[in-house]
T-cell receptor, first 112, second 115 residues
Framework: GNSVTQMEGPVTLSEEAFLTINCTYT??????LFWYVQYPGEGLQLLLKATKADDKGSNKGFEATYRKETTSFHLEKGSVQVSDSAVYFCALSDFTGNQFYFGTGTSLTVIP | DAGITQSPRHKVTETGTPVTLRCHQTENHRYMYWYRQDPGHGLRLIHYSYGVKDTDKGEVSDGYSVSRSKTEDFLLTLESATSSQTSVYFCAISGAGKPGAETQYFGPGTRLLVL
């Protein structure tokens, strides 16, 4: 079946540090992959996505590359800011596009 | 921002009472979803709808029912609320089925406390 596994949190970093949040997936067919971000008290917002192997999604300095050979979609940012403090969810949609599977979320806190 | 609203935003209720949560969209998207979010579990799908009057169960559907009589509205009902249903509930929509339109967009959430 389909599933997403992401690294456990919480993660605490100093401002301007490099961020990696690992995400691996199991899927049949050719899923699309997503990163969502949730700020306190809010719903999930799409951060970036990739719809086929080797695609790189990017937004607001965050990047993730769809790696079919390692079934991974790791989130990276070169220099985090305090405003990046949030919970990050990795997700996939199956080949039908109407079923979504989410990881358990990784909480990030960035300290000045 | 996608036009999705949820009501109520907060609710406190007692065990055994029925509760209905409403999701309203202005995007004319075909698919609508209800999730619950709990610590350590991330998001879990309760039910989803792929059109008016067309619904299906998700991973954690026991104790919940849904209805969709109009494209824009998707209702989630807890038939007889239990304390285990205390959670944050999120509605989501997508235009799934169209190439490149599979992204989900989320509402602001409803925080439900069952005493």
């Amino acid at each position: 079946g389909n599933s997403v596994t992401q690294m456990e949190g919480p993660v605490t970093l100093s401002e301007e540090a490099f961020l990696t949040i690992n995400c691996t997936y199991t899927a049949t067919g050719y899923p699309s992959l997503f990163w969502y971000v949730q700020y306190p008290g809010e719903g999930l917002q799409l951060l970036l996505k990739a719809t086929k192997a080797d695609d790189k999604g990017s937004n607001k300095g965050f990047e993730a590359t769809y790696r079919k050979e390692t079934t991974s979609f790791h989130l990276e940012k070169g220099s985090v800011q305090v405003s990046d403090s949030a919970v990050y969810f990795c997700a996939l949609s199956d080949f039908t596009g109407n079923q979504f599977y989410f990881g358990t979320g990784t909480s990030l806190t960035v300290i000045p | 921002d996608a036009g999705i609203t949820q009501s109520p935003r907060h609710k406190v209720t007692e065990t055994g009472t029925p509760v209905t949560l409403r999701c309203h969209q202005t995007e004319n998207h075909r698919y609508m979803y209800w999730y619950r979010q709990d610590p350590g579990h991330g998001l879990r799908l309760i039910h989803y709808s792929y059109g008016v009057k067309d619904t299906d169960k998700g991973e954690v559907s026991d104790g919940y029912s849904v209805s969709r009589s109009k494209t824009e509205d998707f209702l989630l009902t807890l038939e007889s609320a239990t304390s285990s249903q205390t959670s944050v509930y999120f509605c989501a929509i997508s235009g799934a089925g169209k190439p490149g339109a599979e992204t989900q967009y989320f509402g602001p959430g409803t925080r439900l406390l069952v005493l």
